[in-house]
């Protein structure tokens, strides 16, 4: 009996082990992603998947990734959590996706995180930039772009230094918005710059026009806004109805695309923290390939920042899938990535180790100028 449980068990475990890598096959690498492509913050979603499949279709066609094919999949969460979990388990157990890529959301993340260990299966550059995701190394979650710690401490020290005294954050009340506000406390804390208010909504049911009363009675100076989507540019809007005229910032979350369509030339001067360098740099080689593939691909295209970031993620996991060649599994992509050191394209800089898989730490402050780009 004691044998036949045992045997069950080893089965068990190496079947879990296998799950991941049946999404290589001789010819295709298959990836899968469980996105918020609905709601608030669908069109900035989309962008993200939009700019990644512009180098994945350009990696087809040169051949693939050492003769395979990429093939990537979405599926539309409407960033519920549960519907998260249910996708996730879909791309794993139905479809064998190899890896998960770009997934959306701080609570989805973690909820997902116990199936990655039974599968071991990766997730590799999800959309959060939460502290709880990154304080301890878990084996089968890569990040790409720099921690919500590392922007909130980018943006208080700046408004501190311009002489800032009066700090207002205003967040989305669930797992998402409180993540942002924690990051902004903590670094409101470590500046010595207490904040005067902090507002919030509930995303289900806001109430914007009570949010910015709320806002204009503290009288900030500054407010940093936790949140991203339609809900951004909704209270911007709602406070520039009200006497306050404070300072906007942003994570990197918010979509400028959205902000300069829903506000026009009321987005001047907001002012957003990057995770990505400036799409008008073309010395940086990574902006220049895109920008190339998006002139090839549709010469009337406009560039997108979060398609830009879409793209980012892209092309470091292409990198990692390359440089660990045509034995790919679950264990070789790790190991090659654990030892890569630094991985560069111009300023943006990603680095893995056994003791940390962050990822990039690489912050700039923009600015919305009045024809609606970003000057870093």
């Not at 990836?31 to 180098?55: D, H, I, M, N």
């Not at 990696?59 to 539309?76: E, P, Y």
């Not at 500046?191 to 900030?220: C, G, H, I, M, W």
């Not at 360098?277 to 895109?290: D, F, K, M």
Request: glycine share 8%; proline share 5%.
């Amino acid at each position: 009996m004691v044998r036949r449980w045992i045997a069950a068990c080893m089965a068990l475990l190496a079947a879990a082990a296998h799950a991941g890598n049946e999404g290589v096959t001789p010819t295709e690498i298959r990836l899968g992603s469980s996105q918020v492509l609905t709601g608030p913050l669908g069109p900035q979603t989309l962008q993200y998947g939009e700019g990644a499949r512009l180098l994945f279709d350009a990696v087809n066609a040169a051949g693939g990734i050492h003769g395979r094919q990429i093939r990537f999949t979405s599926l539309d969460d409407g960033f519920d959590v549960q519907r998260a979990v249910n996708n996730t388990r879909q791309l794993i157990e139905e479809q064998k996706v190899f890896m998960l890529f770009n997934s959306s959301g701080t609570a989805h993340t973690a909820a997902v995180l116990p199936m990655l260990q039974a599968s071991q299966t990766i997730l590799f550059g999800p959309v959060t930039g939460a502290s709880s995701m990154r304080e301890r190394v878990h084996p089968y979650l890569f990040h790409v772009r720099a921690s919500y710690a590392n922007e909130a401490e980018k943006m208080v020290s700046q408004i501190k230094q311009i002489g800032v005294n009066r700090l207002a954050v205003f967040y989305q009340d669930d797992a998402f918005g409180q993540a942002l506000l924690a990051e902004v406390r903590k670094a409101s804390a470590s500046q010595n710059l207490p904040l005067v208010a902090e507002v919030k909504v509930n995303p289900a049911a806001p109430d914007f026009a009570a949010a910015a009363a709320a806002t204009a009675q503290a009288n900030p100076q500054a407010v940093i806004l936790g949140t991203a989507g339609q809900t951004f540019p909704n209270y911007v809007k709602a406070v520039l109805a009200t006497p306050s005229r404070p300072v906007f910032y942003g994570f990197s979350v918010a979509s400028l695309d959205v902000i300069k369509r829903e506000l026009g030339d009321k987005a001047r001067g907001i002012i957003l923290a990057q995770i990505m360098p400036s799409l008008r740099n073309t010395t940086v080689p990574v902006v220049s390939e895109y920008l190339s593939l998006l002139r090839t691909k549709s010469p009337d295209a406009a560039p997108s920042a979060s398609q830009f970031e879409g793209f980012v993620h892209a092309r470091l996991l292409v990198e990692g899938l390359r440089r660990t060649g045509r034995d790919l599994s679950t264990a070789s992509f790790t190991r090659t990535l654990e030892n890569a050191g630094e991985i560069a394209f111009g300023r943006f800089k990603a680095r893995y180790s056994p003791q940390s898989h962050n990822g990039s730490d690489y912050v700039e402050l923009a600015i919305i100028d009045g024809q609606g780009q970003l000057r870093y």
